[in-house]
C-alpha cells in the first residue's frame, strides 16, 4: 500500500509540525514548484495518510483554497519509531524471575492489543479472519499471508517478523504473537515453523489440540 517516495516524508513532517497547510504553503516551506507539491499530496491522499479540506475562509474568485492535513494512518506513520523504548520494556519482562507472573504478562499483553485491533478483523471463517489480520499487518508494512489448500485448515504466514529485534533477543514475544493471532481469529493456534529457525516464514496454523478436540 505504500508507494511514497522519499520527498513525500517532508510533507507528513511538516504536517506534524504545521497541522494544516495549504498548498501555497508547501511551495514556500519546501522550495519546489505547485506542480511537484499537488503530485506528492496526490500519492499522499491516494494512500490515505492525508486528507484534504476546503478552506470555507479563503473567499474570493477562482481556484477553491483547500488545506491538507494528517489522518490518523498519517499520524501513525509519522515519529511512532518506539524501537527503544518496546526494547527497555520487553527487557524489564524478561527480568521477571517467576515463570507463572511472566507468562500472565504476555497474556495480557496479547490481550491489550487484541483488543486495540478487534474492530478491524472481519469475517465469520477461519480464513476470512485469518486474511483480515493478514490485511491489519499488511497495511502496517508488515507482509503476511493465507495458506489455504482444499482440505485443509488455513495457515496464517508471516513473511517478516513485526518485532525483529524482541524476537532476536527472547522467544517470548512469539509466544505473545501466537496469543495475538490466536485471539484475533477466535482460534487457538500454535507456532509450526519459525524465521528465527531457518525456515522462510514464520507458519501459524490451528494447534493439534484444538484441531483434534471434539467440540
Known amino acids: 500500500m505504500n508507494d511514497s517516495v522519499p520527498s513525500d516524508r517532508s510533507v507528513l513532517d511538516l504536517l506534524r509540525r504545521r497541522?494544516?497547510?495549504?498548498?501555497?504553503?508547501?511551495?514556500?516551506?519546501?522550495?519546489?514548484?505547485?506542480?511537484?507539491?499537488?503530485?506528492?499530496?496526490?500519492?499522499?491522499?491516494?494512500?490515505?495518510?492525508?486528507?484534504?479540506?476546503?478552506?470555507?475562509?479563503?473567499?474570493?474568485?477562482?481556484?477553491?483554497?483547500?488545506?491538507?492535513?494528517?489522518?490518523?494512518?498519517?499520524?501513525?506513520?509519522?515519529?511512532?519509531?518506539?524501537?527503544?523504548?518496546?526494547?527497555?520494556?520487553?527487557?524489564?519482562?524478561?527480568?521477571?524471575?517467576?515463570?507463572?507472573?511472566?507468562?500472565?504478562?504476555?497474556?495480557?499483553?496479547?490481550?491489550r492489543l487484541a483488543d486495540h485491533y478487534a474492530e478491524e478483523i472481519r469475517g465469520e471463517s477461519l480464513g476470512d479472519r485469518m486474511r483480515s489480520v493478514a490485511g491489519l499487518l499488511g497495511e502496517r508494512q508488515i507482509p503476511f499471508e493465507v495458506r489455504e489448500e482444499e482440505g485443509q485448515l488455513p495457515v496464517l504466514n508471516a513473511l517478516a517478523c513485526p518485532y525483529p529485534e524482541l524476537a532476536e533477543q527472547d522467544r517470548g514475544v512469539c509466544a505473545m504473537e501466537r496469543m495475538l493471532f490466536s485471539a484475533l481469529v477466535g482460534q487457538g493456534l500454535q507456532l509450526e515453523q519459525c524465521r528465527l529457525d531457518g525456515a522462510p516464514c514464520c507458519t501459524f496454523s490451528v494447534s493439534e489440540t484444538v484441531a483434534g478436540s471434539s467440540d
Open 19 to 111: 497541522e494544516r497547510m495549504t498548498v501555497a504553503e508547501f511551495e514556500a516551506a519546501l522550495g519546489v514548484t505547485a506542480t511537484a507539491v499537488r503530485q506528492r499530496l496526490g500519492r499522499l491522499l491516494a494512500q490515505g495518510q492525508i486528507q484534504r479540506r476546503l478552506d470555507s475562509a479563503g473567499g474570493g474568485r477562482g481556484r477553491p483554497s483547500h488545506w491538507y492535513e494528517l489522518t490518523d494512518a498519517g499520524r501513525r506513520n509519522t515519529g511512532s519509531n518506539f524501537t527503544d523504548l518496546a526494547l527497555v520494556l520487553w527487557a524489564e519482562i524478561r527480568a521477571v524471575q517467576d515463570a507463572g507472573v511472566r507468562r500472565g504478562l504476555l497474556q495480557r499483553l496479547a490481550g
